[in-house]
């Protein structure tokens, strides 16, 4: 009989590196400064209007970075929310991620 092994605790992704020509070279208080935006962005506007912003001083930035930034951005605010359970959190973060995807092709 195979045991299973427990499923991962949920955590946030780290931030990309900034070495190559296309990656989006923002700071870790920038990054911080945006999760605090973020976090009362009920209508979405923000995040639209960040990924305006990031198109126009990244061009080099691909879809991917853009996206990963913005999950990355993102997942501070769920992962402090202690009524979520770790698969929930994930669920969270997946449907966001799908959310930015969209507004990212717009």
Do not use: H
Request: proline share 5%; hydrophobic share 40%.
């Amino acid at each position: 009989m195979a045991v299973s092994a427990p499923a991962a605790a949920f955590e946030c992704p780290a931030a990309q590196a900034r070495t190559s020509s296309s990656a989006i070279k923002e700071t870790p208080a920038q990054i911080a400064q945006l999760t605090r935006e973020l976090e009362g962005d009920e209508t979405g506007n923000t995040a639209m209007a960040t990924i305006w912003e990031l198109k126009s001083k990244y061009p080099k930035a691909g879809f991917n970075e853009i996206v990963n930034y913005m999950v990355t951005a993102y997942c501070p605010i769920v992962a402090q929310n202690a009524s979520l359970s770790d698969d929930e959190k994930k669920d969270r973060l997946m449907r966001y991620s799908r959310q930015i995807e969209r507004l990212a092709t717009q």
